[in-house]
């Protein structure tokens, strides 16, 4: 961030996909497109956890490209 706070933000909804109910306190992390190393080795440049629906949303993000990846994340960690 510089002298201007990052406004882009990211929403979304996880739902298990064989019966389409909603993933609580799942984590979606937004990593850098370039990142090489797996997301269980490294930590997300911006993350956001679901709510009881969910739904998530990620804040504050600059502006570029990133992959999306969601994971449960068990021992709140973040990898």
Same mark, same amino acid.
């Given at each position: 961030? $510089? +002298? %201007?706070?990052?406004?882009?933000?990211?929403? $979304?909804? %996880?739902v298990?996909?064989?019966?389409?109910t +909603?993933?609580l306190?799942?984590a979606v992390?937004?990593f850098?497109?370039? &990142?090489? /190393? +797996?997301?269980?080795? =490294?930590? +997300?440049a911006?993350?956001a956890?679901? &709510?009881?629906?969910?739904?998530?949303r990620?804040?504050? %993000? =600059?502006?570029?490209?990133? =992959?999306v990846? $969601?994971?449960?994340? =068990?021992? /709140?960690?973040? %990898?």
């Open positions: 961030t $510089g +002298p %201007v706070i990052d406004s882009l933000y990211l929403t $979304g909804n %996880v298990d996909d064989e019966t389409r +909603p993933l306190n799942f992390g937004l850098g497109e370039n &990142d090489t /190393l +797996p997301i269980n080795r =490294k930590r +997300p911006y993350y956890r679901t &709510d009881n629906n969910g739904n998530y990620i804040e504050n %993000v =600059k502006a570029g490209r990133f =992959k990846y $969601g994971f449960d994340d =068990k021992d /709140l960690n973040l %990898v």
